[in-house]
């Protein structure tokens, strides 16, 4: 037993006292280095004033040197330069060495001693706190052996005891003198302690009948009193270092085993008063930090010794523990008060408040572990919310601790949240949403104040707590069976919370993750709705309420930031913490997300009649068109064309039945009529603008592939080329109406007619294709593009230029890259006169045709010259036809894909080889009349071609007769190349 005592005394002496010590040699040392700075300084000053005054002195010395110079350099004149010279210098230099050595003198003897006399140090004064220590202890061991002995009686033990401490005192008092001075603080010291103890022992153990509650308390802040009045009038910070460890050993010496918290942490907190008082009156500081570590080290042994075995947790009891732990918290937060109203705090003070603060909210998730106290919801939250506001209050007297509140909130919050997964009940939700609700407030409404009481800027983080609030209202959803209704109620009120916040403090980021997490929460409802679709109209009902608010609230939120810090051009995907854009952003966001959730609806539920999510979506296309026109948001129409196209195409491809198909077919046809003719209602606002009418003009086309995709399911036996000319018709009054309304000098009326005009040619040109089938579908392409590029010559807008370019491309691509094209069709019994002519030939003549609508100063597209492109895959499909017709022309009747072969028919093979000489003829005469030398090099280059086959293949494959004929007309066209080219050469000469 006594060695566990001796251990334990040794470790708090470790912890206590040598750390004190250290910290009070650290500020001895400090003020000596000032002392020693000071002095240095000013023997500068001295030595810089004694070279001010020698070089006033020497100057007349150095002026009367320089007049005699002359004198003795006139009579010999080799001798004047040397003279003068040695002369003034040994004057200049003398007083220097001896300036400068001076102060070198003067250095030892200002600085001789080292900066801690550690032989002073150790005799006397270490050895003294150690004797006074030991002295100390001895008298408690000895009052403790007796106590277990009783070899003394009680009451004289208490009066042997007052008069030690008595005696003590008063040796420290008269040897009070300065050279008495470690002696004297250590006895008086000593006295405190055993004064401390001997009360402490009369009434906790004795219970002496004088000793009552008034007494014993009277007394003890007595003995407190003359202790700090004693360090005060000895100036001696180590009378009150021992004082307090004292006063904190003093329990543990002499504990009975019994509990008593209200004695102790009673006796705790007159100490903690003591030792803050005087800590602020003699600028102590480091008496709080020990205060602080005291105290916490008392209330963890208590709570392991006691708490548990005295069943603290049940009943009302834990009221006691709850109430020690906030109570000093309150106690080192009213002392913050204090020194900041009287101009002291200080770093030391404030740091003891937030350990204080810190522990106790580390002992409301101790708590937490106790399923007795956890099923009492509002009294471990109520005791969480007084310690989180007795840390914010901290906040608000110092600014510099503004970042804790987020912390202090974000410990709260994992508390709410393991208490929510672990102890939630359907009986307690209504406490735990108040709850929720009352931090999310408190913690939201202290950056608020910090910026406009103290003028503090805090991240956007601080302001994320109702955000937190709806994580946990998540856990409710998924955890409770039978959710209440009052869960939507708080949703809404921290929505509404988060906006207004975001308001006021200018940041809209934290609006953003409530608004995600808001529809997660919705999402998490709706994942929860059976088959048989009971609650899906209160889901749709709440969706609809949630989005609207999204929508509109912090829309007019953004708008007001963003007339506050100036007009900037917003972007949709700059920086999301810029209020410029989230203007823009956050209003996007809003309007798709609730559409997400709708796609979600319809993937999950069976849901045979779109009616109910349809009429939800239409509702909110109603209010994004209206929002775009008030708060002249362009992107809006076409954000929600983009989502309702999603969420047809997720109904359609999930849901659709032909046999039911007039119920979606209206609705397909509602949307597309009001993104239609959204523009044309409002044309005298929107006149100016682009974004609205891209939408217009591409609504029909984005709905027609779901339309036409289910009349034909729907109608098998309809004509469906009804269907584009159907579309045709509003893009053409569209057009019309533009072309009519819009006056010339609107910068957007190019683009206008450029979308309404591309979008008619499209639903005109599926015609032919959706009539019939397979190679129609490129030709319309072919005709398109032609047609995109003659009406860029009447519409010179860029995007109809690079759109017909783009689809002749891919015309190109299906029939050159394209074998399955070859066997379309079987060989037709008549050769030449087939599909492929009119087929290849048409999109030739379109590539020819646009290449030529885009001659200069038409060529340029995204900066690459087009026309010699162009021009180019013409050529190619040209040849490719060419060699087509000739494969056609020598297959087979019926043949269900067309080959190409060159070698097994000596008329084919002949054919090819005099087809592509004619054909690089055609090319060298087209580069001459043309100057393209694109077009003559391409003919050299398949003429070369042709004469390699000739020599190297027909030479030997083919017939004489076939051969001679092979040659002789490959000859004549080379000759005749020949002769061009000369011609042509000549005539560039001249030029």
Not at 726 to 743: D, N
Request: with cysteine; net charge positive; charged share 10%.
């Amino acid at each position: 037993m006594e060695l566990l005592i001796l251990l334990v005394l040794g470790l708090l002496v470790s912890l206590v006292v040598l750390p004190s010590v250290a910290l009070i040699r650290a500020n001895v040392a400090k003020h000596s280095i000032d002392d020693l700075s000071a002095r240095l300084s000013s023997v500068e000053n001295q030595v810089r004033g004694l070279r001010e005054r020698e070089a006033a002195a020497t100057a007349p010395q150095a002026t009367a040197a320089a007049s005699a110079t002359p004198k003795t350099a006139a009579v010999p004149p080799p001798l004047p330069v040397p003279v003068p010279v040695p002369s003034p210098l040994p004057k200049r230099v003398e007083p220097q060495p001896q300036i400068s050595a001076e102060p070198a003198r003067a250095k030892p003897a200002i600085t001789p001693r080292p900066s801690i006399d550690w032989e002073q140090f150790m005799g006397a004064k270490l050895f003294a706190w150690i004797g006074g220590l030991a002295l100390f202890l001895g008298v408690a061991f000895f009052v403790k052996y007796s106590f277990e002995h009783n070899l003394i009686p009680p009451e004289l033990r208490v009066a042997i005891g007052f008069a030690v401490g008595l005696t003590l005192l008063s040796g420290g008092v008269l040897l009070k003198r300065k050279e008495n001075a470690v002696t004297a603080q250590t006895l008086c010291a000593t006295g405190i302690l055993v004064l401390y103890a001997v009360t402490f022992a009369s009434r906790a153990y004795y219970h002496f009948a004088f000793f009552g509650l008034i007494q014993t308390f009277s007394l003890m802040a007595l003995i407190t009193a003359v202790a700090f009045l004693l360090a005060i009038r000895l100036n001696a910070m180590l009378v009150a270092v021992l004082g307090i460890a004292g006063g904190f050993l003093t329990p543990v010496l002499l504990s009975t085993g019994q509990d008593n918290p209200l004695g102790l942490f009673g006796y705790i907190a007159l100490l903690d008063i003591g030792l803050l008082a005087i800590a602020q009156r003699q600028r102590w500081n480091i008496l709080a930090i020990l205060g602080a570590i005291g105290t916490v080290l008392m209330q963890s042994a208590w709570i392991t010794t006691f708490f548990v075995p005295e069943k603290y947790f049940a009943g009302n009891k834990v009221l006691i523990a709850m109430a020690v732990f906030a109570g000093f918290e309150a106690l080192f937060l009213a002392a913050n008060a204090w020194a900041k109203r009287t101009g002291q705090i200080n770093r030391e003070l404030l740091a003891s408040a937030v350990a204080l603060a810190t522990v106790a909210i580390l002992f409301a998730f101790y708590l937490l572990s106790f399923h007795t106290i956890a099923q009492r919801p509002a009294l471990l939250f109520g005791y969480l919310f007084i310690v989180d506001l007795g840390l914010l209050i901290l906040i608000l007297l110092e600014r510099q601790l503004a970042l804790l509140g987020g912390l202090g909130g974000f410990a709260a919050f994992v508390l709410l949240a393991a208490w929510t997964r672990h102890e939630l009940t359907t009986a307690h939700l209504y406490t735990a949403l108040a709850f929720y609700f009352v931090f999310a407030l408190l913690h939201t409404a202290m950056p608020v104040a910090l910026q406009r009481l103290r003028a503090i800027a805090l991240p956007w983080w601080s302001h994320i707590f109702p955000a937190f609030a709806l994580l946990l209202v998540l856990m409710p959803i998924l955890q409770l069976t039978p959710l209440s209704i009052a869960v939507w109620p708080f949703v809404l009120i921290v929505d509404l919370l988060a906006i207004v916040v975001a308001a006021a403090t200018a940041t809209l980021l934290p609006v953003v993750v409530v608004l995600l997490l808001t529809l997660a929460t919705l999402g998490a409802f709706i994942v929860r709705i059976p088959d048989g679709l009971t609650g899906l109209p209160t889901a749709l009902f709440l969706l609809g309420g949630f989005a609207g608010l999204f929508l509109v609230a912090p829309t007019l939120a953004s708008r007001r930031l963003t007339h506050q810090t100036g007009t900037r051009t917003p972007s949709l995907f700059g920086d999301i913490s810029d209020p410029a854009n989230l203007s823009i952003q956050l209003p996007a966001l809003s309007a798709t997300l609730p559409f997400l959730l709708l796609i979600m609806v319809t993937l999950r539920l069976p849901l045979s009649n779109p009616s109910a999510v349809f009429a939800l979506a239409f509702l909110l296309v109603i209010l994004l068109l209206g929002m775009s026109i008030i708060f002249s948001l362009d992107l809006l129409p076409a954000i929600g064309l983009v989502s309702v196209l999603a969420l047809e195409h997720a109904w359609h491809l999930q849901h659709f039945n032909p046999a039911r198909a007039t119920l979606p077919l209206l609705w397909y046809l509602g949307f597309y009529t009001v993104f239609s003719i959204f523009p044309f209602l409002f044309h005298r606002k929107l006149a100016p603008k682009s974004a609205p009418w891209v939408t217009a003009a591409l609504a029909g086309p984005l709905h027609f592939y779901l339309i036409y995709q289910l009349i034909r399911a729907a109608y098998p036996g309809a004509f469906f080329g009804l269907v584009p000319a159907a579309f045709a018709l509003p893009s053409l009054l569209g057009l019309s109406i533009v072309l009519k309304r819009t006056p010339l000098t609107s910068p957007s009326r190019d683009a206008q007619v450029a979308l309404f005009g591309g979008a008619a040619l499209f639903f005109i040109t599926l015609i032919f294709p959706i009539t019939f089938d397979r190679q129609w579908i490129t030709l319309g392409w072919a005709l398109e593009g032609a047609a995109l590029c003659w009406l860029f010559r009447r519409v010179p807008h860029p995007g109809l230029r690079m759109a017909g370019v783009i689809l002749l491309c891919v015309v190109f691509v299906r029939l050159a890259l394209n074998p399955a094209v070859l066997s379309y069709h079987p060989r037709a019994a008549m050769p030449i006169w087939n599909w492929y002519l009119y087929t290849y030939g048409i999109a030739t003549v379109c590539l020819l045709g646009a290449a030529r609508l885009l001659a200069p100063p038409r060529h340029l597209v995204l900066g690459w010259n087009a026309p010699p492109l162009l021009y180019a895959l013409g050529a190619v499909l040209a040849f490719l036809l060419l060699n087509i017709e000739i494969a056609d022309y020598f297959s087979t009747p019926g043949a269900a894909a067309l080959t190409f072969q060159f070698s097994g028919n000596f008329a084919r093979d002949m054919s090819y080889s005099i087809a592509w000489a004619l054909f690089a003829l055609a090319l060298l005469i087209i580069g001459m009349r043309k100057q393209s030398a694109a077009a003559r090099y391409a003919g050299l280059a398949l003429l070369g071609v042709t004469v390699a086959k000739l020599f190297l293949h027909d030479l030997s494959q083919l017939e004489q007769l076939y051969r001679i004929g092979a040659f002789v007309v490959v000859a004549i066209i080379a000759i005749l190349a020949s002769f061009l080219y000369q011609r042509f050469l000549a005539a560039t000469v001249k030029q």
